[in-house]
């Protein structure tokens, strides 16, 4: 605790709403504490949109304060955190990493960045992303590339880029990302974080900019499962401003993080997401299979249908209904859009109504066979992505002729469980011989976080990759 007793920053969200709760620390301290680590580490990675130093060490004075009179505002009070940059924030600049919205300024509040709010925490200010969450990498022309903490020459992922490199830097202790396509499960693997992928309609999506209506789905990165966790459960539930809002109950998922793997039962597919992998992940998926084995849990093996022609469909969708939503500044801005993201929104005003209207139709039948394929199982544990992060320049669309390829690879294991809408948690679970994290996911039923939760929980009590912290080079 020497090390947690100097730097609060390097705390686990869970860890330290507890020490401000319990007075060891107070909003203040682990405010500074954080802006601290934001000098040193903002000018290697670019992880930030915005650092609004000033107003968070006053929140975070009020937060105190509030607290010396007995009146705790929440699970997180006085927690700061930062935000991927598409949540909107009443009265505050919201870029969404682009160019056209460089000087919008939101008039509402994102329900779940108003529900973390509610629950006490403090805004350090707003985190990059890829221009309107549309790429896997974490390039970014009108803002630069954001930069992976173990290696600034690699990439961070995305299109939650701020948000993987600041929680892996320990800049902020979690943040809110989005995952259409990838996008939480991604940076989570290349920086060496957690991220928790909810089921569409688990989190509302009321006040954060659209990608498309069909796949978004909101879900938190951060250091450990039980962040998430607490996280998820503040932030989910029906909305009135949301409709596509699910009414379900939530679980108490901090509880859930308590449970063991004795008795369960994690599916590992025999094709698709154990070909072609890097030697590497290749190992560490053999030890991650392993690790779970010893906790207590049942491997067993599952055939699942073609995921080639999920990806397909989930492709199709994404890029129909990005086209749809941006088709007004297609028309009047096209120049103000970066080349590569112009050119993808582009394709997507191609795609005819039929084949839109045929991948909708057969997302039922597809989740029909896959929870056919996957039934007697709890959780399915497969690669987030068959290789550790490439380089920056490698994936650079204007600059490298491998760099489509690149893309397409990154991206092949996370878009079919988009398409089937299902709950999928990335967990740390190694590192390469070169110092870059290996992360797994693990894809759970329909709402079923609280399984996934569960598994990666246990998981994380039995290992330290999670724990591990870059160092500034």
């Not at 809110?176 to 688990?202: E, N, Q, W, Y």
Request: aromatic content about 6%.
């Amino acid at each position: 605790m020497n090390k947690h007793s100097t730097e609060p920053a390097l705390m686990s969200l869970v860890a330290v709403a507890k020490a401000i709760a319990d007075k060891k620390f107070s909003s203040r301290e682990v405010t500074q504490s954080c802006l601290n680590r934001i000098a040193e580490w903002q000018p290697r990675l670019n992880a930030f949109m915005a650092i609004e130093a000033e107003s968070a060490l006053a929140a975070a004075d009020a937060a105190d304060a509030a607290l010396a009179k007995g009146n705790n505002r929440g699970p997180l009070h006085g927690v700061p955190l930062a935000h991927k940059d598409m949540y909107y924030d009443a009265g505050k600049v919201v870029t969404c990493g682009s160019k056209i919205r460089r000087h919008f300024v939101a008039t509402t509040t994102s329900t779940a960045l108003q529900r973390l709010k509610d629950a006490g925490t403090v805004r350090l200010g707003s985190l990059q992303m890829v221009e309107f969450a549309y790429g896997p990498t974490g390039h970014n022309v009108h803002y630069g590339a954001v930069r992976n903490p173990w290696n600034v020459d690699h990439i961070t992922g995305g299109s939650s880029s701020g948000s993987g490199s600041a929680v892996a830097a320990r800049l902020t202790f979690a943040a809110l990302g989005s995952d259409t396509g990838g996008s939480i499960r991604m940076p989570a693997h290349f920086c060496g974080v957690t991220g928790l992928k909810t089921t569409v309609g688990r989190v509302s999506r009321a006040g954060a900019m659209p990608l498309s209506q069909s796949l978004d789905t909101v879900g938190p990165l951060a250091q450990t499962v039980e962040d998430c966790a607490l996280l998820t459960g503040l932030m989910a539930g029906a909305d009135p401003e949301d409709l596509t809002a699910s009414t379900r109950p939530v679980p108490d998922y901090m509880a859930a993080t308590q449970g063991s793997l004795k008795g369960l039962r994690i599916g590992v597919p025999t094709a698709f997401y154990v070909d072609d992998l890097d030697a590497e992940v290749a190992r560490v998926l053999d030890e991650t299979i392993a690790t779970l084995k010893r906790e207590g849990a049942e491997i067993v093996k599952v055939e699942l249908p073609d995921q080639r022609q999920l990806t397909a469909a989930c492709q199709l969708v994404l890029a129909t209904e990005a086209a749809a939503f941006h088709k007004r500044w297609l028309i009047e801005r096209p120049q103000d859009y970066g080349a590569q993201v112009l050119m993808r929104l582009q394709n997507g005003l191609a795609i005819p109504a039929v084949s839109y209207l045929e991948a909708m139709r057969w997302r039922g039948p597809a989740l029909s066979a896959w929870l056919a394929a996957v039934a007697g199982t709890d959780a399915v544990l497969a690669p987030v992505a068959p290789m550790p992060a490439p380089t920056i320049a490698e994936s650079d669309v204007g600059n490298s002729i491998d760099a489509e390829a690149v893309i397409q690879r990154i991206t092949k294991f996370t878009r079919p469980i988009n398409y089937l809408g299902l709950p999928s948690l990335s967990i740390p679970t190694g590192f390469t011989k070169a110092g870059l994290p290996v992360g797994m996911q693990l894809v759970g039923r329909a709402f079923d976080e609280a399984m996934l939760v569960r598994i990666g929980a246990a998981f994380q009590r039995a290992t330290d990759f999670h724990a591990r912290v870059p160092k500034l080079s």
